[in-house]
């Protein structure tokens, strides 16, 4: 299914965006990924950093 069909099924919306919502979002992803470096804190707690990392919204 391409991308106009999803829109048009609604399973997408439209979204437009800016330099500094994607620069915030860039930053919530290098954060969550030193999170996820650190071996101090539990395995779980470092796969979910590292998840946030990888679908930041």
Do not use: C, F, P, W
């Not at 101090?40 to 590292?50: C, G, V």
């Amino acid at each position: 299914m391409s991308l106009q069909n999803l829109l048009k099924v609604g399973s997408l919306a439209e979204h437009t965006t800016d330099a500094d919502q994607v620069s915030k979002m860039l930053a919530a992803a290098a954060r969550s990924i030193a999170d996820a470096g650190q071996e101090s804190i539990s395995l779980e707690t470092r796969l979910d950093a590292a998840y946030r990392a990888i679908t930041t919204q």
